[in-house]
């Protein structure tokens, strides 16, 4: 095997094993920790058989928080008026042409 083939090959399983190492991460970073059920008992809940926390009485439910009201549409805006077309190029007038003059 050439020392050339050996280093391709090399490069890309290092590639590889970088790619796939840095997609992993990033899905790991993402999960964030489960959040506290609503009733402010810790994450988990009482053991199996337990008492449930908080003394055995049922947790309120949040009250429903209406939905904000959708924003005004804004007027449309004016069409705008397409800039006049540049003035053509001044052309310079023929020169007169010259008279003869007299023999």
Known sequence: MSIKSR???ISLSVSAAILAL????????AQNAPMPPAGGAPAG????????TGG???????AATPAPAPAPTP?????????PAPAPAAT???APA???APA
């Open 92 to 94: 310079p007038a023929p």
């Open 22 to 29: 840095t997609l992993s991460s990033n899905s790991a970073l």
């Open 75 to 83: 007027a449309p805006a004016p069409a705008a008026t397409p800039a």
């Open 7 to 9: 280093r391709s090959r």
């Open 45 to 52: 809940g009482a053991p199996a058989g337990g008492a449930p």
């Open 98 to 100: 010259p008279t003869p």
């Open 56 to 62: 055995g009485a049922p947790a309120p439910a949040p």
